[in-house]
């Protein structure tokens, strides 16, 4: 079974441009949940979506926004880009949304802004 | 609110000798704890997980870890290093009370050399 993709694996954008990044989960699974991955934070939880749904959002901005569609893939966008969104960006899906489920996760796209 | 600590940026191991990697937890609630590996330019790779039983849980390529829950600790072990372990560690925690949200730790570096 193909695990997690996310696309593109890297990109770079300069200050103020938006942009728009894709991750198709593990053919069966529901819940797909984004994370930003930086040197300074750590790991940090963006939000996850269920059947369409956006379940639990983190404590970002509302410059960064996501959706999921119906065959489960599922998009993060974030607008006015700044040089702190400089980051591993880091998609990972479940089964359903249970918290005993285990999240399996993507390579990851790498965003740098100029 | 929920946390995890991983008071070591770094543990260094000789290949052979037994390895530990350390991880306490905050939750209100139960606990759901997860261990995944990060090896670079990569996402995640998921390595075991502890929601209910047995306190040693056993996961892939030979590791192990405890939990101890009157020191609400999860420690990862493994019996005999490789250098391939060479990687970067981290342990995460959910608990009903936050939906499906993965809190990490800070991750630990562990560096197996031969």
């Known amino acids: 079974k193909a695990g997690v993709t996310q696309t593109p694996r890297y990109l770079i954008k300069t200050r103020g441009q938006q942009v728009t990044l894709s991750c198709s989960p593990i053919s069966g699974h529901r819940s797909v949940s984004w994370y930003q991955q930086t040197p300074g934070q750590g790991l940090q939880f963006l939000f996850e979506?269920?059947?369409?749904?956006?379940?639990n959002k983190g404590n970002f901005p509302g410059r960064f926004s996501g959706r999921q569609f119906s065959n489960s893939r599922s998009e993060m966008n974030v607008s006015t880009l700044e040089l702190g969104d400089s980051a591993l960006y880091l998609c990972?899906?479940?089964?359903?949304?249970?918290?005993?489920?285990?999240?399996?996760f993507g390579p990851g796209t790498r965003l740098t802004v100029l | 609110a929920q946390s995890v600590a991983q008071p070591e940026d770094q543990v260094n191991v000789a290949e052979g000798n037994p390895l530990t990697v350390k991880c306490t937890y905050s939750v209100s609630g139960n606990p759901y704890l997860f261990w995944y590996v990060q090896y670079p330019n990569r996402g995640l790779q998921f390595l075991l997980k502890y929601i209910t039983g047995d306190n040693l849980v056993k996961g892939s390529y030979g590791f192990e870890a405890e939990f101890n829950k009157s020191q609400t600790s999860f420690h990862l072990k493994k019996p005999s290093a490789l250098v391939s372990d060479s990687a970067l560690y981290f342990c995460?925690?959910?608990?009903?009370?936050?939906?499906?949200?993965?809190?990490f730790g800070g991750g630990t570096r562990l560096m197996v050399k031969p």
């Open positions: 979506y269920f059947s369409e749904t956006q379940r």
């Open positions: 990972a899906s479940s089964l359903a949304a249970p918290p005993t489920d285990t999240q399996y």
């Open positions: 995460a925690v959910r608990s009903n009370n936050a939906g499906n949200m993965l809190t």
